[in-house]
């Protein structure tokens, strides 16, 4: 199992406020998801990234795949309270996805 | 079809009882997939059906853990002789082989608490 590892672990910042959370590892992946997960529900996807370099923007997200596509990084523009949850990222191993740890985001209005 | 829904939503057991668990994927996905979740994590890979047959299995899943599928349709997850370890958020979701790819759709859950 290639890991994934996904920093900061807990981010607690204010409304409107700008964030980045990283997802690294050391093995080079076919593509990289990223998810929100609310408390008490599963996740839910944001988006995949397949391109190394690729950039996709969801609104006030903003994905990147590393050029060597080994990580990926989420930025927040404007962050909202209901930005808060925890965001995965995973990547495609075989038939199943394998998920990192998880940053738990916390934005306070 | 309003997604992927899972039942119950909560259970607390006593350990060393059994607990089942269902799992209505979407109707037209044919790939359905148990997870696992505990306090701080991300979901952890139990094991995954391609219709009626179960194709992976993975090492957290013990022998008191077992899943069907037996039509290709919903989904049950029996865990027999419940211990305070098995506590978690389990979690299913499904895909189609177009989708694969490009990630799941995950149910809200059955949060398990053995007490």
């Known amino acids: 199992t290639q890991l994934l590892e996904q920093s900061p672990q807990f981010l607690s910042i204010q409304e409107g406020e700008n964030l980045t959370v990283y997802c690294n590892s050391s093995s080079v992946f076919s593509s990289l998801q990223w998810y929100r997960q609310e408390p008490g529900e599963g996740p839910v996807l944001l988006v995949t990234v397949v391109t190394g370099g690729e950039v996709k923007k969801l609104k006030r997200l903003t994905f990147q795949f590393g050029d060597a596509r080994k990580d990926s990084s989420l930025h927040i523009t404007a962050a909202q309270p209901g930005d808060t949850g925890l965001y995965l990222c995973?990547?495609?191993?075989?038939?199943?996805?394998?998920f990192g740890p998880g940053t738990r985001l916390s934005v306070l209005p | 079809d309003t997604g992927v829904s899972q039942d119950p939503r909560h259970k607390i057991t006593k350990r060393g009882q059994n607990v089942t668990f269902r799992c209505d994927p979407i109707s037209e996905h044919n790939r359905l997939y148990w997870y696992r979740q505990t306090l701080g994590q991300g979901p952890e890979f139990l094991t995954y059906f391609q219709n009626e047959a179960q194709l992976e299995k993975s090492r957290l899943l013990s022998d008191r853990f077992s899943a069907e599928r037996p039509k290709g349709s919903f989904s049950t997850l029996e865990i027999q002789r419940t211990e305070q370890g098995d506590s978690a958020m389990y979690l299913c979701?499904?895909?189609?082989?177009?989708?694969?790819?490009?990630?799941?759709?995950f149910g809200s859950g059955t949060r398990l608490t053995v007490v």
């Open positions: 995973a990547h495609n191993y075989g038939q199943n996805f394998v």
């Open positions: 979701a499904s895909s189609s082989p177009l989708t694969v790819l490009s990630g799941y759709t």
